[in-house]
């Protein structure tokens, strides 16, 4: 069975911003990985055999990124033409073609490896015409994936791409999928994912398989918020590398993720679940709050306070900058002062971007500003919550 995972995607307007040139949305980090590495592993896990990369001519960062973070076997098909899902897999015929199924992932899902094991010993316990992962109905991933209305032996009756018929069973297809080479035929006609799936549904079987675990669908810069907060809730205890160096008047109350070549200087406060990446930057008596992801070589200067945030690598901050549930781009700076607010005026509306899960699995609508890739914030500016800054 063919591993296949397609990074061709493009980016929202809100995430495009944080996407370096030449690249892609799917080597975004999160917790020192590219958002890739996490579909990459979960095929592998299930399915012990090379993984296939999709990615766009042009953005050959995706590659070198990806082979340099991933240890597993990887080989590239560079897409040419066209933006879609079908487009995407229709550049991997060549390899489709010599295969009976391929088990197939997008790229920008950060989902439990378990979920992919799950997926591969049902269908090969039940043998059906192709087997996909569903979760509980999120509306606003409809258009993308689908809705699957199941069977009471879950298996697929139709997939709907505009909502489901009201007293059925209906899930959201997870993006994750072993699929008989054939589908390539509906593929060509001019149906998109959804539909052939459900031609394949109406001429054979389709086991769906239940999954209630981490699944997140890295979008919106709100969704890598989300992630961030489903993987590090999963850390459990103190992790400081060895090459790390934590100055003795430094406090770190766990759980706390430290990697290589990390400093964190005196009087600076770590209250986790926070991850500091490689050769990461905490001044003295800055504050780093929960739920925070400091990428490759990011710097807090002294004073500062970050808390659910993520901000990507070789991003500087200086000292007195507040940044709260804020994503910050790559090689951005953001001067002395800076503050991200997180909360509006209540005669203010709402921004319009993605809630986010955060403690137990309540909807927190707090949202905090956008720093793009490379941006550079004057000091002591404001920014406003839901504000995207390039």
Not at 7 to 30: M, Q, Y
Not at 147 to 156: C, G, P, R, T, Y
Not at 177 to 205: C, F, Q
Not at 225 to 234: D, F, G, P, R, T
Request: some cysteine; charged content about 25%; aromatic content about 8%.
């Amino acid at each position: 069975m063919l591993n296949l995972v397609l990074a061709a995607g493009r980016a929202s307007s809100e995430l495009g911003v944080l996407v370096p040139p030449r690249s892609n949305k799917v080597i975004l980090r999160i917790l020192g990985k590219p958002i890739a590495y996490y579909p990459i592993t979960g095929l592998y896990t299930a399915n012990k055999s090379v993984v296939h990369v999709v990615y766009r001519e042009g953005e050959d960062e995706v590659p070198r990124e990806l082979s340099s973070s991933v240890e597993y076997p990887l080989e590239y098909i560079e897409q040419k033409a066209g933006w879609s899902v079908r487009d995407a897999i229709l550049s991997a015929r060549e390899r489709i073609d010599a295969v009976d199924y391929f088990l197939l992932s997008f790229g920008d899902l950060i989902v439990d490896a378990e979920a992919y094991l799950k997926l591969v010993s049902a269908h090969v316990e039940e043998a059906p015409d192709a087997t996909v992962l569903v979760t509980p109905v999120e509306p606003h991933n409809i258009g993308t994936y689908g809705i699957a209305s199941v069977d009471e032996n879950w298996f697929v009756r139709k997939v709907y791409t505009r909502g489901g018929v009201v007293g059925e069973a209906v899930y959201t297809v997870a993006g994750v999928y072993i699929l008989p080479s054939r589908i390539l035929d509906y593929l060509e006609k001019g149906l998109d994912l959804p539909e052939a799936l459900d031609a394949l549904a109406r001429s054979g079987r389709v086991k769906a398989v239940l999954w209630t675990g981490t699944w997140v669908d890295i979008g919106y810069p709100a969704d890598m918020l989300e992630a961030v907060y489903q993987l590090l809730s999963k850390v459990r205890d103190v992790r400081v590398s060895g090459k790390a160096v934590v100055e003795d008047t430094a406090r770190i109350e766990g759980p706390v993720i430290v990697e290589d070549g990390a400093y964190i200087d005196h009087y600076a406060v770590v209250k986790g679940p926070v991850y500091i990446g490689r050769g990461g930057f905490v001044g003295a008596h800055s504050f780093i709050r929960e739920y925070t992801d400091l990428e490759e070589k990011t710097r807090v200067g002294s004073y500062g306070e970050v808390k659910f945030s993520i901000v990507q690598p070789y991003c500087l901050m200086d000292s007195r900058v507040t940044v709260l549930n804020s994503v910050l781009g790559g090689n951005s700076i953001v001067g002395t002062g800076v503050t991200t607010l997180n909360v509006l005026p209540a005669e203010e509306a709402p921004p319009r971007l993605r809630e986010h899960v955060v403690r137990r699995g309540v909807f927190e609508k707090k949202i905090g500003a956008v720093i793009g890739y490379g941006a550079r914030v004057p000091p002591y500016t404001i920014l406003n919550p839901g504000s995207v800054y390039r």
